[in-house]
């Protein structure tokens, strides 16, 4: 990606999600949202309901 787009260490300032929405989103957001989204069955007893009703 560097090379790509002519800069150094585009990894730590936002990634390619941030070159990509022109800044709008940056990589450490996204790995955010998908530590919450994957820690809700964990943590949501609602989502515990449903997940065990549609697997019975």
Do not use: H, W, Y
């Amino acid at each position: 990606m560097d090379k790509l787009i002519g800069e150094e260490n585009i990894k730590q300032k936002g990634g390619s999600t941030a070159i990509f929405t022109d800044n709008r989103i940056m990589r450490k957001d996204v790995f955010k949202r998908d530590i919450i989204l994957a820690l809700v069955p964990f943590v949501n007893e609602t989502f515990r309901r449903i997940e065990m009703s549609t697997n019975r």
